[in-house]
């Protein structure tokens, strides 16, 4: 059955929707005319306007004639229900977006304005004001707005700093500055009311006004303009406690997952790692430093950190340890306390360590349990005021968790620490043992003090070790075994008993830890060594209880090299061995050992060459060095002539000559017998036969007694050219030699 359409009823009551659809506008706009009193309405369910029919008709009727006037500010009674009713449309609104944009539709209605704008307000920006909805404002009003500084001679700026609302009833001479003035002048704006959006004492953002014509702002508009300005301020701060409600549970959400995780990570520098990961994920941050607390050395030393520190994201870790008690994150490691500074710069604790081009706020906890502080977590973010209660209070509560998670992990060292020492201890009593036993059955002093350096090198690892032996008539102490690069030069020097480290110890018959042996003055240098940072141990070695010299171990380095005590006790021990083995061998007569050099020429042993010479080859990277190797002509039968005393000392005579006849920085061997050998850094195949030629000359210039006359022939093999390897250079060398030698030449005629 067909029905009738039939129009409503005058009576009829009709919703937002429906009055929209019929006066040709929007949602909004109806709302605000209801809500301004413009338009009779009636409070439906939910509080939503409802208007009827016969009203609709007769505003629609008499709009034309209204003109542009705000006649509703005429009437109190219709601005304040007009503010009680926008008061209940926006209370207990979350969706902030939604919620500027209908405040922005009302106002305008309400206050008949074709131009209206809606800022936040961030304190903590320089430049602090941030466009949340706006109408009919042009992009310059926009951009000049939001280039504002926080400082800036505006009238929204007054607003905000006096919490007051600011008017300007003629653009054209309320304004102060030119530039400002020339601006509405462009954009046709008059006359401004600035309303600020105050919640609590805070300034959250600001409602603008904007009037095309010349207008004197009444006392009841600017209430009503500050009014619905608290209102939208309410309803800001009510979504920003929501939000930070929320926040806070996730973020203690978070917390726990990490906790979980930190009570399962071991080692401090995965610790570390994990709480960076973790302050990233709890808090908005630009960089991390996570520090552990040397109490004994009185510093903070980094052991994990994110971010840009001085224009680098991979500083040198030293430069960000700082001494407790020293800017910020001393001084929270020295009492125990959260800092939070809204501008570190202008905090007369700070310790500027880095330019900063902007202000920076820092949070900076300790990570502390049962009052002892193990680290900090200093966190920074460019700008001022970053970081809020919530920041502290979330960083606080993971930083305990972080403290649980350092003391099991320190415990759980220290016992792998203690297991470690027994273990250490009981392989270097054992290596006691042997050493005891090899003494008793030895009577070489020389193999019982190298094998006490070898031994204690197994115990106590070090970079240089000598044992001196003193000399008390002719005031000097002097090098036995020396291990070490410049072992040569330790072995050739005779240096004051008084003197050093070693003078101290021989002098008051006690042992030495020194762990910045460079920064001591009791300390002096070898000549013909660098001066290095070094941890050294001196300790005394007797024969018959008296003090005959020292034994010296050293480690190259800073912190890393420093002696623990345990090791320091072991010196000690392994001293007692070395004693023993002097005392033997002034039984046996033994009176130097010198556990690299031949004692008859000075020269180095065949030892040494064996071992350098691989050296030389294995660090060359394929930079030319030769190698000769030179054997004395008729050598048998001036022995024979003149006897081996004879023989020995002209044996001396060439290592004299060789000295006098090579470069500094030139190596050379006694390689056994009559032959010797040299190895020529950097030489080439030229300069060799030139330092042949000039050890021939001094060979032969040497005085012998009535005999046969010595000769030296020599052999001559250039790297990489004659071989690559270190047997292969000898090999070469070898068959230089054997050509170049009288006998085969006359064997020979093509050699």
Aim: hydrophobic share 45%; proline share 5%.
């Amino acid at each position: 059955m067909a029905v009738a359409f039939e129009p409503p009823e005058p009576d009829a009551l009709l919703d937002l929707r429906e009055v929209a659809a019929a006066a040709g506008i929007t949602r909004a706009t109806a709302r605000a005319w209801c809500l301004s009193g413009r338009l009779p309405s009636i409070a439906g369910p939910a509080d939503e306007p409802l208007v009827m029919r016969s009203d609709l008709d007769l505003w629609l009727a008499r709009r034309g004639q209204d003109g542009n006037r705000m006649r509703v500010l005429r009437d109190p009674k219709a601005g304040a229900e007009a503010l009680r009713r926008l008061a209940a449309e926006i209370s207990g609104q979350l969706d902030l977006d939604a919620l500027f944009e209908d405040v922005i539709a009302d106002a305008m209605d309400l206050f008949s304005l074709a131009r209206m704008g809606l800022w936040l307000y961030h304190a903590n920006r320089s430049n602090p004001f941030s466009l949340a909805a706006q109408h009919g404002l042009t992009d310059e009003i926009l951009g000049w707005v939001s280039s504002l500084g926080a400082n800036a001679p505006a009238a929204g700026v007054q607003a905000i700093q006096t919490r007051e609302v600011v008017t300007l009833a003629d653009t054209l001479l309320d304004t102060p500055t030119d530039d400002v003035r020339d601006l509405y002048r462009r954009n046709g704006i008059r006359s401004v009311c600035f309303a600020p959006m105050i919640f609590r004492d805070e300034p959250l953002g600001l409602l603008v006004l904007y009037q095309d014509a010349v207008h004197a702002w009444s006392d009841e508009e600017t209430a009503l303009a500050r009014g619905i300005a608290d209102q939208v301020a309410t309803a800001v701060g009510n979504a920003r406690l929501n939000d930070s409600v929320r926040g806070l549970a996730a973020r203690l959400e978070a917390v726990q997952e990490l906790a979980v995780r930190l009570n399962r990570t071991r080692g401090l520098a995965e610790i570390g790692d994990l709480i960076i990961e973790g302050t990233e994920r709890l808090i908005e941050v630009d960089s991390i430093r996570v520090y552990r607390i040397d109490h004994e050395a009185g510093m903070c030393v980094p052991i994990a950190f994110r971010g840009q520190f001085g224009g680098s994201r991979q500083p040198d870790p030293s430069v960000l340890q700082v001494a407790i008690g020293q800017g910020l994150t001393g001084w929270v490691a020295e009492q125990n306390e959260t800092v939070v500074t809204g501008d570190a710069a202008a905090d007369p604790r700070s310790v500027h360590r880095f330019i900063s081009i902007a202000p920076e706020s820092m949070l900076v906890v300790p990570i502390s349990y049962e009052d002892h502080v193990h680290g900090v977590i200093a966190v920074s973010a460019i700008g001022r005021d970053r970081f809020g209660e919530q920041d502290e209070t979330t960083l606080t509560i993971f930083a305990s968790y972080a403290a649980q998670a350092i003391v099991h992990a320190n415990q759980l060292d220290q016992l792998d620490r203690q297991h470690r020492e027994l273990e250490h201890q009981l392989a270097s009593q054992r290596r006691l043992l042997e050493i005891n036993e090899r003494l008793i059955s030895t009577r070489d002093p020389k193999g019982i003090l190298e094998m006490i350096a070898d031994s204690l090198r197994a115990i106590v690892p070090y970079d240089s070790m000598t044992i001196y032996r003193c000399d008390f008539e002719a005031g000097v102490r002097r090098a036995v075994v020396a291990r070490d690069r410049f072992a040569e030069v330790i072995l050739d020097y005779a240096g004051p008993i008084a003197g050093g480290l070693s003078g101290w110890v021989v002098a008051h018959g006690e042992g030495l830890l020194v762990n910045d042996a460079l920064a001591d003055p009791r300390s002096i240098q070898v000549p013909g060594t660098p001066p290095e940072a070094e941890a050294m141990i001196v300790v005394p070695v007797r024969v018959a209880g008296a003090v005959v010299g020292t034994l010296n171990v050293s480690r190259v380095g800073g912190e890393e090299a420093h002696f623990s005590q345990n090791e320091f006790e072991l010196v000690q021990l392994f001293a007692g061995q070395a004693s023993l083995a002097l005392e033997n061998a002034e039984v046996h007569g033994a009176i130097t050992v010198r556990a690299e050099h031949d004692a008859l020429t000075g020269l180095r042993n065949h030892g040494s060459f064996q071992r350098e010479l691989g050296h030389a080859v294995a660090a060359s990277e394929g930079a030319p060095f030769a190698l000769l190797m030179l054997d004395l002509d008729s050598f048998k039968g001036f022995n024979d002539t003149c006897g081996h005393p004879a023989g020995d000392a002209l044996l001396a005579g060439v290592g004299d000559a060789m000295r006098g006849a090579t470069r500094a920085g030139d190596a050379l061997y006694r390689y056994g017998g009559d032959e010797f050998a040299v190895i020529l850094p950097g030489a080439s195949r030229i300069d060799a036969f030139e330092v042949v030629e000039r050890v021939r000359r001094g060979v032969a210039n040497l005085p012998t007694p009535t005999g046969p006359r010595v000769a030296i022939s020599a052999g001559v093999a250039c790297y990489p050219d004659d071989g690559q390897t270190k047997d292969e250079l000898v090999a070469a060398a070898d068959q230089s030699l054997y050509l170049a030698k009288p006998a085969s030449r006359s064997e020979d005629p093509d050699a």
